[in-house]
Structures are given as structure tokens and as C-alpha cells.
């Protein structure tokens, strides 16, 4: 089997870069005096008076990843009326966010990344909503945008802090959906995406299988968000997306190279890529007849 290079975005990043450099001058937030950690067995007092003492844009993935990892209280989690609870949450935020978007989430997975923010909580005011939402589109973007080999390996597969690959975009979603960000902007920029990396993450992920047929649902994960998941259902099964993803599969299999068209994963049992295209095309058309 030929190595896949990942497919690199040149476009996006300065912005991302710069909406970063905004969330740091917008959440220049001291620390409260006690963090909401646990220090029985997730942190340390030594990583305590590290992730005090250390400025917030030179705290390391490890650290940061501890202070996420740990057990808090039921308010972190849930509407955290107590502004120094804020306040510590908004402290880390911005390099949290810098981690993010270079493909590493300070925790387990994308999945569970943004501890601590919610946005239906009032404390995140109109200012700290636009920066999070024009965040959250940029990094998508640049997500579309760059295809790794392994894009689902999450970081504890490969080793917690090797160099990271790329996210699925399923994942990414997730992140956003259970944070309560609003996804439409983001499935329509999907949508508008006419590079080939944007086309492999909706070929080559599950989770396009899932709703494409009106009797199939999407995987528990996208449940902590009921009316989420019904955007992101809608969506797929909408006629235009139908269509503009099927017209995309038989473009790409009729002008493609032979050597891409039959790559597949390490796994011998996957499919080539010329059969996931067909196999996409197949799912999209079941009950609609796009080029007809």
C-alpha cells in the first residue's frame, strides 16, 4: 500500500491564529485562590502550583490535559453561576483553544474537549459567544480543509502527546454539539466545500451512513444534544446535500488516478477508495433520484 500525505490547508489559519490571539486578550482572567480539581488522585499539588505559577500561553499539553482530565464539582460541569468558577474556566480557555487547533484537545478526545463551557449559560456574554462562534467556524474550516491518514486514531491510541493527525469532522461536531454551539453555519460550510479532503471526511467517516436513510439514527454520542442531532439529521437527509455529495463521489471516481481510486487503510478488510465512493453514491441515492 502507497502512505497517504495528509492534505494541507494553506487558507484558514491566520485566521484561526488571530481569533486565538483575540480569546487571550478577551479571557485575561486571574485565577481564583483554590481551582476546582480534584487533589486526592487526578492532580497533584506539584501540577497545582505548576498550572498557578506558569503564564496560561506557556502551560504544556501534559499539564493542561491534567487539569481537564480531573474530576470537578457538579458545577463545572453544568450552568457555573460562581464567577471565580468563570473566571478559572475562561483563565485556560485561550490556550486550550491554541491546543485545539493545532489537533491537540488536552484530554482524551474532541469529543469531550471545551470542559466547562456551555453555551447556553448566560455568564457567556454576547462578546465571549461571537469570539467562540467565529472560532468554531474557522477551525472547522480548517478542518474541511486537511485530511490525515488516520484522522479517528484518538491521541490515547498513538501515544496521549505524539504528533496528532487531523480530526474527523464527526468528532469535531460532537465537541461543538455537547458545548451547544450553533452547527448549521458549520454543515454549510460542509456543504460549500469543494476541496477533496472535504469529501473524504464525509466518504471515509461513519457517521454519514447513519442518517442518510429517513429510518436510521446518529450514534449515541450526539445524544447529550437532542436538538443537535436533529440538525445534523436534517441536514443529511436533505435533497441538495444528497446531491451535491453524489454528483461530487462520481466526479471524483471518474477523474481520480487509478493509485488514489485503490488506496485503502492498513486493515485488509477495508474497502478501496473506489469502492467507498461507490458504496457513498449507493447510500445517497437509495430513495432519491439526483441525476435523473
Avoid at 483553544?97 to 453555551?119: H, T
Avoid at 471516481?253 to 478488510?269: K, P, R, W
Wanted: aromatic letters at 12%; hydrophobic letters at 40%.
Amino acid at each position: 500500500m502507497t502512505e497517504r500525505e495528509p492534505y494541507v490547508a494553506v487558507a484558514g489559519r491566520e485566521v484561526l491564529d488571530a481569533i486565538v490571539a483575540e480569546a487571550y486578550e478577551r479571557w485575561d482572567c486571574p485565577l481564583p485562590y483554590e481551582l476546582d480539581v480534584c487533589l486526592h488522585c487526578c492532580v497533584s499539588e506539584s501540577v497545582l502550583r505548576r498550572l498557578r505559577a506558569t503564564p496560561v500561553r506557556e502551560i504544556g499539553p501534559s499539564f493542561l490535559a491534567e487539569y481537564y482530565d480531573s474530576a470537578h464539582s457538579s458545577d463545572w460541569y453544568g450552568f457555573a453561576h460562581r464567577r471565580t468558577l468563570h473566571d478559572e474556566i475562561k483563565h485556560f480557555l485561550p490556550r486550550h483553544l491554541e491546543m485545539i487547533s493545532g489537533y491537540r484537545p488536552c484530554g482524551f478526545d474532541y469529543e469531550v474537549a471545551l470542559g466547562g463551557v456551555d453555551l447556553r449559560d448566560p455568564a457567556w456574554d454576547k462578546s465571549d459567544r461571537d469570539i467562540l462562534s467565529r472560532w468554531s467556524v474557522a477551525f472547522f474550516e480548517v478542518c474541511l480543509a486537511e485530511y490525515g491518514y488516520a484522522p479517528s486514531v484518538s491521541n490515547l491510541d498513538k501515544g496521549r502527546y505524539s504528533d496528532p493527525d487531523p480530526p474527523g469532522v464527526d468528532s469535531v461536531l460532537v465537541m461543538f454539539m455537547r458545548r451547544h454551539f450553533d452547527l448549521a453555519p458549520l454543515l454549510e460550510l460542509w456543504l460549500r466545500a469543494g476541496s477533496l479532503p472535504s469529501l473524504l471526511h464525509f466518504v471515509e467517516h461513519p457517521i454519514m451512513e447513519r442518517p442518510i436513510l429517513a429510518d436510521r439514527r446518529l450514534t449515541d454520542a450526539f445524544y447529550g444534544n437532542p436538538e443537535g442531532a436533529a440538525v445534523v439529521e436534517q441536514w443529511f437527509r436533505r435533497p441538495d446535500v444528497k446531491a451535491h455529495f453524489a454528483e461530487r463521489c462520481l466526479d471524483v471516481a471518474a477523474t481520480a488516478s487509478a493509485e488514489f481510486l485503490e488506496q485503502t487503510a492498513d486493515c485488509a478488510c477495508c474497502w478501496s477508495r473506489r469502492d467507498q465512493f461507490e458504496n457513498t453514491f449507493d447510500l445517497l441515492t437509495w430513495d432519491l433520484e439526483v441525476l435523473g
